[in-house]
């Protein structure tokens, strides 16, 4: 699951200096989404583009799934994952 691995990779990452950075350095890439998965693929995380988009989606969709058309509104702008990834990692 791909929250397990983003968990996994921010500990990892918090444990080792260049990890951290080599994982920094994806965000200064043409296309920093893909650098950033394709490193983690290198590294043994598994962690893909559309894995990323859809972590909100779902738990905006199980929301609304749950109320059984109660009228509760969608979670506005639900969280992106890569960018709660990388504003965890720089603070940490």
Known sequence: ???WELERLLQNAK???SL???LLQTREDENPVEAFCALCRRL??????GELWTVGMTASDAKLRS???GGVNAIDGWDDAYEQFFST????
Do not use: C, P, R, S
């Open 89 to 92: 990692l720089i603070w940490t």
């Open 20 to 22: 951290k950075q080599a």
């Open 44 to 49: 043994g995380y598994d962690v893909t583009a």
């Open 1 to 3: 699951m791909i929250e």
């Open 67 to 69: 109320v059984n058309g």
């Open 15 to 17: 444990a080792d200096a």
